[in-house]
């Protein structure tokens, strides 16, 4: 059996959560001073009674934070390449059984996307994709990873889960990066929410990053969405799988996202909300456990709360994204994978960090990197 | 004092033994006021980060090139051959063929690999490049290291952005002991003592950029870095005594004894 499966299907969840409500106070402070920390201290500061100390326990990941990443938030833009997909996720905008319109950008169009991106001061660019083995094919990514390099140093990619020799593909065609969410943890809600379709096949996605590493992708994002699952196991689990990819890729830079489901097209309604308190109290667990582990915070997230979280364990925001492919040059042409809800622009970001103290950093990547 | 004890890196004179990282500051203004204060005429900055085509510009504009030499850094590089082409790079683009080699493959706790330190800087210092490498406190590769040509060797006194001071410390006295090249401390000085306590031991300079860049306030903390070198080169030009395990008076309790 393969050793990440096995070390997510064997996770001790019962113990851990018992651990986690029976915490107090102290317990949670004791955590706070140790140097290092492990995934029954994770448990802890998930905890209802680190809930209680948010101020406190904040305070020591945002020091952590600057210590690790300095005062600087990296920017990056989705760009979309194509709704199109033959999954069932039934929480997605681009679910297969949704009539909604569809478009896949050919060359030139993702060119004048990339371009505006970078106009406005992008120098990493996120390429992002539903399913779809003809419209959205490891040909198609590969070449629009060469376009959007010619005017982006940084470039990577979250579509579906590829082979080792197809993220190999991907790596000499200029990407460095690999998103790929697993969405839910938890086998059970996984099967339920991802109906139809490859995205069917739970063990393939979850050993998709390992695949990526292997072929020498340099930065890797995993995540869970929230709303779907329980989210003290979900991050729990997320530990999990980064745990592994620390100690089996020491070379691979991990950030983590958990964004919160949103409304979109024809999707369910979440049915275990998180709020905003405990999505701060999850990234402050997370830092503390993973010091040098990026958090990855998109438009998602309403504005004041976006403010409020760049000072504390944010390390990369999204901003001005548009969810629709070709959205940037040609709003709301095409189906959005979600609402967003920061619609500020890049400019207006930029200089709400500035008065925050948090130096935005545009490029932190330079062609002579790229192996 | 000062202008008669002069840093010397390949041939260069510096007063200041302080130098500055440019990174992980909250904005480039606060950056270029610290490093106003700090004193320091070498700042380092990460290639990766200098972008041409920028619409806002770099951090070195606010730096005028005239008093300080800008150093670049190889920040990223995981191996000898990343770091060869980054270097090639800055010389390409005029930033300077002065490099500070970095090559540090575990993004976790950017510890420099020593087998890819020695191989970057045997490459750079073929083509010409002035070569300043971070390197773990090992005296060994201290010695290897200038044996390859480099120009200062820049032992780490803690992981990098720890502010852990000098845990290298006994390591770095044996590197002091042989060295014929300027020894600069890099990486972990967390505050001022620490920078005192390195100079004080001999080293020829210290390197800081977390400590004044996440202090609260960092254009002061700039200040107090300056003069804890300042402080901690007079102590070592003034020949510290060695410490003893008790105190001892300074005339002999027994000397009314004659010399019976």
């Given amino acids: 059996m393969n050793d990440l499966i096995h070390a997510i299907d064997t996770i001790p969840f019962g113990e851990m959560i018992v651990r986690a409500e029976c915490a107090d106070e102290r317990a949670v402070r004791e955590i706070l001073r140790k140097e290092h920390r492990d995934r029954w201290d994770l448990a802890v500061l998930l905890s209802p009674a680190a809930n209680h100390l948010l101020e406190e326990v904040a305070r020591a990941a945002a020091d952590l934070t600057a210590q690790r990443f300095g005062r600087t938030i990296r920017l990056y833009a989705p760009l979309y390449l194509s709704n199109e997909c033959v999954n069932v996720c039934t929480y997605c905008g681009f679910r297969r059984d949704n009539d909604v319109a569809r478009s896949t950008l050919n060359a030139d169009q993702i060119r004048s996307e990339a371009r505006y991106l970078s106009a406005q001061g992008f120098r990493n660019i996120l390429l992002v994709s539903g399913e779809h083995p003809k419209w959205v094919n490891q040909d198609y990514l590969c070449e629009a990873v060469r376009i959007t390099r010619e005017l982006v140093p940084q470039v990577a990619i979250e579509v579906q889960p590829l082979t080792t020799p197809g993220y190999e593909a991907t790596v000499k065609a200029g990407a460095d990066g690999v998103v790929v969410y697993q969405e839910v943890y938890d086998r059970e809600h996984y099967a339920s929410y991802h109906t139809h379709g490859p995205k069917k096949d739970y063990d393939d996605r979850l050993l998709a990053a390992s695949r990526a590493a292997d072929a020498g992708v340099r930065r890797l994002g995993i995540g869970t969405l929230l709303g779907l699952a329980p989210w003290r196991e979900e991050i729990l689990a997320l530990a999990t799988h980064a745990a592994h990819l620390y100690r089996r890729f020491g070379q691979t830079e991990i950030s983590f996202s958990f964004p919160r489901i949103r409304e979109a097209a024809g999707a369910i309604e979440p049915r275990y909300q998180v709020n905003d308190r405990q999505l701060l109290q999850m990234m402050c667990a997370l830092r503390l456990v993973f010091p040098d582990a990026g958090i990855v915070l998109s438009t998602r997230e309403a504005p004041s709360l976006r403010d409020g979280l760049s000072r504390i364990a944010v390390t990369m925001m999204s901003a001005g994204s548009r969810t629709e492919p070709g959205g940037y040059e040609h709003p709301d042409e095409s189906e959005k994978q979600f609402e967003i809800e920061d619609h500020r622009t890049p400019a207006e970001v930029t200089a709400m960090l500035a008065s925050q103290g948090i130096d935005p950093v545009w490029k932190d990547w330079e062609e002579a990197l790229h192996g | ?260």
């Avoid at chain 2, 202008?3 to 909250?26: M, N, Y």
């Avoid at chain 2, 270029?32 to 504009?61: H, K």
């Avoid at chain 2, 920040?75 to 500070?100: F, H, T």
């Avoid at chain 2, 200040?223 to 005339?251: D, N, T």
């Fill in chain 2, 1 to 260: 004092m000062h202008r008669e004890d002069p840093l010397i890196i390949a041939g260069r004179s510096f007063q200041s033994r302080l130098l500055l990282g440019t990174g992980k500051f909250a904005s480039h203004q606060q950056m270029a006021e610290a490093a106003e204060v700090s004193g320091a005429e070498i700042v380092t900055m990460a290639l990766r980060r200098v972008d041409p085509g920028a619409n806002q510009g770099n951090i070195l504009d606010l730096l005028d090139p005239e008093q300080y030499l800008f150093l670049p850094n190889t920040s990223g590089a995981r191996n000898a051959d990343e770091a060869v082409r980054l270097a090639r790079l800055a010389r390409a683009g005029g930033i300077s063929d002065w490099i500070k080699l970095e090559v540090t493959p575990q993004p976790s706790h950017l510890l420099p690999d020593s087998v890819e330190t020695l191989r970057a800087t045997e490459i750079l210092v073929k083509e010409g490049f002035t070569v300043l490498p971070y390197m773990q406190a090992d005296p060994i590769l201290a010695k290897q290291l200038a044996g390859a040509g480099a120009a200062t060797v820049m032992p780490l006194g803690a992981p990098i952005g720890t502010n852990r001071g000098l845990q290298t410390r006994d390591a770095i006295a044996l590197i002091l002991q042989e060295a014929e090249i300027p020894v600069i401390v890099d990486a972990g000085l967390g505050a001022p003592s620490h920078a005192a306590e390195a100079l004080e031991m001999g080293a020829d300079a210290v390197l800081v950029n977390t400590a004044i860049a996440t202090a609260e306030d960092p254009v002061a903390m700039a200040k107090a870095f300056r003069l804890g070198c300042v402080a901690g080169r007079l102590a070592y030009l003034a020949g510290r005594p060695a410490a003893r395990a008790s105190a001892e008076a300074s005339s002999p309790l027994t000397g009314f004894l004659g010399e019976s």
